[in-house]
């Protein structure tokens, strides 16, 4: 009996062993999916102003759309007797192969972030709740455009250095050409638009006819515009990489030279209408894995596709968009291309 009684317990113990074993072979544990918000692919979906938990020295990943550029802070719920603290906080804009933004040591909750989706990675020092958050109001074309900071001609102003958006207003003096020079990593969009007030006192800013450049190997980008005297001007510069070392600036002054050629990008891109809306674009940049991005005349993004790598085409679809004219961006890893499109 007692010989039968650990013959069936060997038999059982095998037939244990055997399945665990199938098990083990047919179901791929190792490559399991991660959690979410364990990998930058797989984001935590969260909302400005809601707290939400995390864990003790887990980098987390969490997708956020902000309206507005910005500075923004992730603040961490203090409850009693609570020690945690936010240790780093990094961003990348719009997908995860863009360059990232991240937090300093003096400032290891804040990071400067652009309008859009972005993507935030978190850690914390303590198992805690967080909650995102505009540090502080930036003027933008999004946000109060009248309220940007005024440029002054001859004096260039420093930006900060990062994947960012930075806006600023200038009111010329007296009718003349003017030369705009932006300092800033190479794919650099600059735009000279012109900022408008409708009947209701309310402003915004407008890109129709808008001088544009982007910035090339040499570090520089330029543009010679037109002005009226007492007309608003916008500057808008926008960043995909950032600087090794300095700082990015913009500037402004009379233009002495007659110069008025501005740098196209148009070779680099090319974009033809398919069907009703939609829109082939072509690029040797869209084999990086690029981006395209179509902005309104006002700044803001309207529509933004990833290309699938080793393509050299994709279809932009602008259904339900009003007529108008639209800015349309491919940003590779190498650099970017940009051209105007008119929707009919």
């Not at 932006?182 to 408008?196: D, F, M, S």
């Not at 009703?276 to 981006?291: C, D, T, W």
Request: negative net charge; glycine residues 8%.
């Amino acid at each position: 009996m007692i010989m039968r009684r650990s013959l069936l317990t060997i038999a059982a113990a095998c037939m244990w062993f055997a399945g665990t074993n199938v098990m083990a072979m047919g179901t791929p544990v190792e490559v399991a999916a991660a959690a979410e918000g364990d990998d930058c692919s797989n984001p935590i979906a969260v909302n400005q102003g809601m707290y939400t938990p995390i864990k003790a020295n887990h980098p987390t990943w969490f997708k956020i759309n902000l309206v507005y550029p910005g500075l923004y802070s992730v603040r961490q719920f203090t409850a009693t007797g609570s020690s945690a603290t936010v240790t780093s906080v990094k961003v990348k804009s719009g997908d995860c192969n863009a360059v990232e933004n991240e937090s300093n040591l003096l400032m290891p909750d804040q990071v400067y972030a652009k309008s859009g989706e972005n993507l935030f990675c978190v850690t914390c020092s303590g198992d805690t709740q967080i909650m995102f958050q505009m540090s502080s109001p930036v003027a933008s074309c999004q946000n109060h455009p009248e309220r940007m900071t005024v440029l002054s001609e001859n004096t260039g102003v420093t930006y900060p250095n990062a994947v960012y958006e930075n806006y600023w207003r200038f009111i010329a003096p007296e009718t003349a050409t003017y030369l705009v020079t932006n300092k800033a990593p190479q794919g650099t969009i600059l735009q000279v638009g012109t900022l408008e007030e409708d009947d209701n006192a309310k402003f915004a800013c407008n890109f129709e006819d808008a001088q544009m450049a982007e910035v090339g190997e040499n570090g520089e980008g330029k543009v010679y515009v037109e002005m009226k005297e007492g007309q608003t001007y916008v500057i808008s510069s926008e960043t995909f990489a950032k600087m090794s070392t300095g700082m990015p600036s913009v500037q402004i002054s009379k233009d002495a030279t007659g110069v008025r050629s501005v740098s196209e990008t148009y070779s680099d891109m090319k974009v033809s209408k398919v069907a009703e809306r939609e829109y082939r674009v072509s690029s040797y940049l869209l084999g990086e894995g690029a981006g395209i991005y179509v902005y309104d005349m006002s700044g803001r993004v309207i529509n933004s596709i990833k290309a699938q790598p080793a393509s050299d085409a994709a279809i932009v679809n602008l259904s339900g968009v009003p007529a108008g004219t639209y800015m349309f961006l491919v940003v590779g890893r190498s650099k970017s291309a940009s051209t105007k499109v008119i929707v009919e």
